[in-house]
């Protein structure tokens, strides 16, 4: 998809006057947060499996090169077939010339982050294709034309009204007096329409959440059961997956799915958790008669061994945007690209380039609560700290930033004159504000005052409290 | 000329900053994969097996599937038909081609149509053996294959499963060990579908829906199979 992310400020803005999308993201606050924290609470063993889960990926990662040609292997021998993927343009290229060779027209689809990364979508309807996104999610957004605006609640940004209004709007087959104002008749209503594209489709397209090499399977986990009858019902199932997405065996893909839905929806384990090996077998009375895996690099090889690697670890659980204020406040579609929230903010400037992306990573209030969460142990914020880094090595931070840096940098090298100058302006600021506690208009941070107060100081810096406390302690 | 496979290959030894993996390195990677070891196994897992098929029916009813306990298989065929009477469904059954379902007595439930096969796309309620029970979360293991048809899980509004006592474990990791003395290692079924409770979805506004796409309901006949069960005297 056309990135937006270089307006991440606007798009900021435009989403926190936006009425509709804050009282959607109203259920995000809380929803996520509290199943996560139940799940957690009923499995004492979650935090260690999360160190195991990281440990995990980090041996797959430093073997990758090995893992992925046995997971090749497998899939062969068992009757599949592996395309490798250098960039989305040669995955998209592989999945159009599968489409065309066996002659296919209807297409149904299965949640996935990669297509949406690579633009597939697109590509299949300008040649001609019919799309039917099967997710009840991705169904509503596909009407709408939007992106996704969460990695797995892909609607969340939007009202049952407003589904409501998008159903009644497209469904004209249906009789328009019907009552659509329910969740359940919504439900009910994309169950029935999308029965009929399940049933008439000639390829199934879903992502991946693992690869498994010791057997040469693709894993998806669901709750509708969307996915599955798109990768069952068809003629060709096509699997898009990222190369990162391998684990050994099924032993270690066990563990990890453990903190997996726990992290996610605060589930014990999603509905449906599927492996798929290969296409239909002899003896099987269903299932497609041809299996694809598109294996998509997409400039993921570069961040092993860097600084960002890490990142790989990610299993997409979006744990640390439910969990973000600055996700909570603007929503997905204002970070501009696929991935939103803080692991957007680090993998969109790896994968778009951080001219383009450099807003995401300074996207936080380096809160931690992403990486406190994080199944896989990712450090988030450390991460989006390099690339803020690699921003200013590169001059594309502002230049009124650099100077404020450059007029801190020249105090925080003087400690005297630092202690001197913070100590002046902390008694000074308290004392102007004492009587109302607090200022709501302040010179220089007009961008702080704009939008909330700014509590006036007790008259001490922390250090010089510090330094007395340390003091007070010292004599006792 | 370079292929995909090598510029990919090649991409990822230069970050790893190394060749292809030394022979020792090789020899290890190939003893984790040929001798897969558990990691951490949670406590609720490793319960004896009575205690396992009480979490079993515990997990079950948590994720608003049914169940049903039998003492005897021959008592399925009548729990079936009261099962369908009390939701209101019609008395008619896609039945998995297994011999352990088909040779069940049908005659003490003589209501009921019973007709084996695919999932056809009319139809209201399938009947599935499953290859284990997984007590941890009340997972439904199923290894599909002439006798567990993949349709059956997803394509019909209600799933009726009869779940054999003996065929439930703590584990996922047990179940995997018996999925390989079954098929030998580093072979699996075509599919594997775990299945923990009905068809659900979130996406509107976050309120849980059960049947979005795939069954509404899970029902599960829970049987007892061991020996010295008291039915079997």
Redesign the interface.
């Known amino acids: 998809m056309q990135s937006t992310s270089h307006a991440f400020k606007d798009n900021a803005r435009a989403a926190l006057a936006n009425q509709t999308l804050q009282k959607a993201m109203r259920h995000v606050k809380t929803g996520f947060i509290d199943k996560r924290a139940k799940a957690r609470a009923k499995l004492p063993e979650f935090d260690d499996l999360r160190d195991v889960a990281r440990d995990i990926k980090n041996h797959t990662l430093a073997n990758l090169d090995f893992y992925l040609e046995r997971y090749e292997e497998k899939v062969i021998a068992s009757g599949g077939q592996v395309h490798w993927a250098p960039t989305a343009e040669d995955a998209v290229k592989a999945v159009l010339d599968i489409c065309k060779r066996v002659d296919a027209r209807v297409v149904t689809k299965g949640k996935s982050m990669i297509s949406e990364e690579i633009a597939l979508n697109q590509a299949m309807e300008q040649a001609g294709l019919d799309v039917v996104e099967t997710d009840l999610g991705e169904y509503i957004i596909q009407l709408r034309k939007e992106p996704p605006s969460h990695i797995i609640a892909p609607a969340v940004h939007l009202t049952k009204d407003q589904v409501e209004a998008d159903f009644r709007h497209h469904h004209r087959e249906l009789p328009p007096e019907r009552s659509l104002s329910e969740p359940v008749q919504l439900v009910a209503e994309a169950r029935q329409m999308l029965r009929r594209r399940f049933l008439e489709a000639d390829v199934g397209i879903t992502g991946a959440n693992f690869l498994v090499a010791e057997t040469g399977t693709s894993i998806i986990v669901t709750n509708e059961g969307n996915g599955d009858l798109t990768q069952t019902l068809p003629r060709v199932h096509i699997v898009v997956a990222s190369l990162e997405k391998v684990v050994p065996n099924l032993e270690d893909v066990s563990t990890i799915l453990r903190v997996l839905a726990r992290s996610a929806t605060g589930q014990e384990f999603s509905s449906y958790t599927t492996f798929s090996t290969g296409p239909r077998r002899a003896e099987d009375p269903d299932g497609p008669e041809e299996y694809h895996v598109i294996l998509l690099d997409n400039g993921r090889s570069n961040m092993l061994g860097g600084e960002f690697q890490d990142m790989l670890r990610c299993i997409r659980c979006g744990a640390c945007m439910n969990h973000c204020p600055v996700y909570h406040a603007v929503g997905g579609h204002a970070y501009g690209w696929v991935y939103p929230g803080p692991m957007g903010a680090v993998l969109t400037p790896n994968l778009i380039g951080v001219d383009e992306a450099g807003h995401l990573p300074n996207a936080s209030t380096f809160c931690g609560r992403c990486e406190s969460v994080c199944p896989m142990r990712i450090p988030l914020p450390k991460m989006m700290r390099h690339w803020r880094e690699r921003e200013f090595e590169r001059h594309l931070t502002p230049a009124t930033v650099r100077a404020g840096l450059g007029l801190w940098a020249f105090f925080a090298r003087r400690p005297k004159l630092y202690h001197f100058a913070t100590g002046l302006q902390a008694r000074l600021l308290g004392r102007v504000g004492r009587a109302a506690g607090r200022f709501d208009a302040l010179p220089f941070a007009r961008g702080w005052t704009k939008h909330r107060d700014f509590p006036a100081p007790e008259g001490k810096t922390f250090q010089q409290l510090w330094a007395e406390r340390r003091k007070a302690e010292g004599r006792r | 000329m370079t ?3 090598q ?3 090649a ?7 190394r060749a ?2 030394s022979a020792e ?2 020899a290890e ?1 190939e003893q ?2 040929a001798a ?5 196994i ?3 897992a490793q319960l004896p097996h009575a205690g396992q098929l009480d979490l079993m029916e515990a ?1 079950l009813q948590e994720l608003k599937a049914t169940v049903v306990r039998l003492p005897d298989e021959g008592e399925v065929p009548q729990a079936i038909a009261d099962y369908l009477k009390n939701e209101n469904l019609p008395p008619k059954l896609r039945l998995a ?1 297994r011999d352990d379902l088909r040779r069940l007595p049908w005659d003490r439930a003589p209501l009921l149509e019973v007709e084996e ?2 999932a056809e ?1 009319d139809d209201a309620t399938s009947l599935t053996g499953c290859f284990a029970g997984i007590a941890e ?3 439904l293991m199923m290894a ?3 006798e567990a ?3 059956l ?3 019909p509004e209600n799933h009726i499963v009869v779940l054999r006592a003996s065929q439930v474990t703590g ?3 047990d179940a ?1 060990q018996r999925l390989r003395a079954a098929l030998g290692n ?22 849980i ?1 059960l ?5 509404r309901r899970l029902h599960v006949l829970l049987v007892d199979d061991r020996p010295g069960a008291p039915s079997q005297d």
């Open positions: 292929t995909a496979k510029q990919i290959l991409s990822l030894r230069r970050s790893l900053r292809e993996p390195t090789r990677l984790r994969l897969p070891q558990a990691h951490l949670p406590q609720r997990m081609p096969g695919i796309a979360t009340g997972t599909s294959g002439p048809p993949i349709t899980n997803f394509l584990s996922y990791e995997w580093g072979t699996m079924p075509r599919a594997v579908n775990m299945i923990t409770g009905p068809s659900r979805t979130g996406d509107i506004e976050q309120t829906l049947g979005a796409h795939g069954p």
